[in-house]
């Protein structure tokens, strides 16, 4: 006999992510809000993952592994949310924490809130390590969420993995479209979705995302730019079309930019210094003077981190150096 169905199916597509998944996993067993179902496509890891996953599984009836060879996000999303059994949908990437209270937060608005059909959060902002960097300003009403969507905001108004909607409506705008690459498959997503109903963005950060080097960001948005551009502005116009607005005149692609190495680790310490992660800040900072050797900053940043007592944790996501 099937057990009954989960409130929420919690979806999380993964990809050699080892060295995340496993936090990524703790964080969702520790949910105040217990019913739920916890959902992992590995989409053809050669990593350590499919490892990972399998001693979790073991320990948790709620987790349900689907592994196949690679698909691409767009066909690992989609087919989540076929296997979904919960009145809502909550993504979690494999390398993004969920604080011990999000589930129970987004299933009490949504439930007091029938025209929200999707949810997101303001996020914390973390660097490899776990140590927080800053809190986002994410717009909270669907007013203005829809305006960043139909802007440049992109799929940025909303955090993929602090997103809960209804299962019903990724279902009924069909999911997912493949002829979208990474990053406006999310967008597009959120613009169609957002026809059925209304969005919101809670004020208090219910997920910790993740920067590192190694992100999609980087290996494959920035090698990419002149596609996604194209993609973006397609994507834009169908949505304006689709809710008979003109498309503007004077609208331009804003690319994402990435900091040189170097600039990207004196931004990590400091922030880690504020915080009083020492040991992380003085990780970042050998990394500054390894791949910017001849800037003042970068030396300056590893003086000032070993300076520093290293008797003490600073602030840092719950169970992050477990």
């Given at each position: 006999?099937?057990?009954?169905?989960?409130?929420?199916s919690?979806?999380?597509p993964?990809?050699?992510?080892?060295?995340?998944?496993?936090?990524?996993?703790?964080?969702?067993?520790?949910?105040?809000?217990?019913?739920?179902?916890?959902?992992?496509?590995?989409?053809?890891?050669?990593?350590?993952?499919?490892?990972?996953?399998?001693?979790?599984?073991?320990?948790?009836?709620?987790?349900?592994?689907?592994?196949?060879?690679?698909?691409?996000?767009?066909?690992?999303?989609?087919?989540?949310?076929?296997?979904?059994?919960?009145?809502?949908?909550?993504?979690?990437?494999?390398d993004?924490l969920?604080?011990?209270?999000?589930?129970?937060k987004?299933?009490?608005?949504?439930?007091?809130?029938?025209?929200?059909?999707?949810?997101?959060?303001?996020?914390?902002?973390?660097?490899?390590?776990?140590?927080?960097?800053?809190?986002?300003?994410?717009?909270?009403?669907?007013?203005?969420?829809?305006?960043?969507?139909?802007?440049?905001?992109?799929?940025?108004?909303?955090?993929?993995?602090?997103?809960?909607?209804?299962?019903?409506?990724?279902?009924k705008?069909?999911?997912?479209?493949?002829?979208?690459?990474?990053?406006?498959?999310?967008?597009?997503?959120?613009?169609?979705?957002?026809e059925?109903?209304?969005?919101?963005n809670?004020?208090?950060?219910?997920?910790?995302?993740?920067?590192?080097?190694s992100?999609?960001?980087?290996?494959?948005?920035?090698?990419?730019v002149?596609?996604?551009?194209?993609?973006?502005?397609?994507?834009?116009?169908?949505a304006?079309?689709?809710?008979?607005?003109?498309?503007?005149?004077d609208?331009?692609?804003?690319?994402?930019?990435?900091?040189?190495?170097?600039?990207?680790?004196?931004?990590?310490?400091?922030?880690?210094?504020?915080?009083?992660?020492?040991?992380?800040?003085?990780k970042?900072?050998?990394?500054?003077?390894r791949?910017?050797?001849?800037?003042?900053?970068?030396?300056?940043?590893?003086?000032?981190?070993?300076?520093?007592?290293?008797d003490?944790?600073?602030?840092?996501?719950?169970?992050?150096y477990?």
């Amino acid at each position: 006999m099937e057990a009954a169905a989960p409130i929420v199916s919690v979806v999380m597509p993964v990809y050699n992510t080892a060295a995340y998944v496993a936090q990524t996993i703790e964080a969702i067993l520790a949910q105040t809000f217990r019913d739920f179902e916890l959902l992992i496509l590995d989409d053809g890891s050669t990593d350590d993952t499919p490892a990972v996953l399998k001693r979790y599984a073991a320990l948790d009836s709620r987790i349900r592994i689907i592994s196949r060879e690679n698909k691409g996000i767009v066909a690992s999303r989609n087919e989540l949310i076929a296997a979904c059994r919960g009145k809502y949908m909550a993504a979690n990437d494999a390398d993004d924490l969920s604080v011990p209270d999000r589930f129970e937060k987004q299933v009490a608005y949504l439930e007091s809130h029938p025209e929200c059909v999707l949810l997101g959060s303001r996020v914390v902002v973390m660097d490899p390590y776990g140590s927080p960097s800053y809190i986002t300003d994410h717009k909270l009403t669907h007013e203005d969420i829809e305006k960043q969507l139909l802007g440049n905001g992109g799929g940025w108004a909303v955090v993929q993995s602090s997103m809960m909607c209804r299962t019903e409506a990724a279902r009924k705008v069909g999911g997912y479209r493949g002829e979208h690459p990474v990053f406006s498959e999310d967008h597009d997503f959120y613009l169609r979705v957002a026809e059925l109903g209304k969005f919101a963005n809670l004020p208090e950060p219910l997920t910790w995302y993740r920067r590192h080097y190694s992100s999609t960001t980087r290996t494959y948005y920035l090698e990419k730019v002149k596609r996604h551009a194209e993609t973006r502005e397609k994507v834009l116009r169908e949505a304006h079309q689709r809710r008979g607005l003109p498309f503007p005149a004077d609208w331009t692609f804003s690319p994402i930019t990435a900091p040189p190495r170097d600039e990207q680790a004196r931004l990590w310490g400091w922030a880690a210094l504020k915080h009083g992660n020492i040991a992380v800040a003085r990780k970042h900072a050998k990394s500054a003077v390894r791949y910017g050797p001849f800037k003042l900053a970068s030396w300056k940043l590893l003086l000032t981190a070993f300076r520093r007592s290293a008797d003490t944790k600073g602030q840092v996501f719950p169970n992050a150096y477990r």
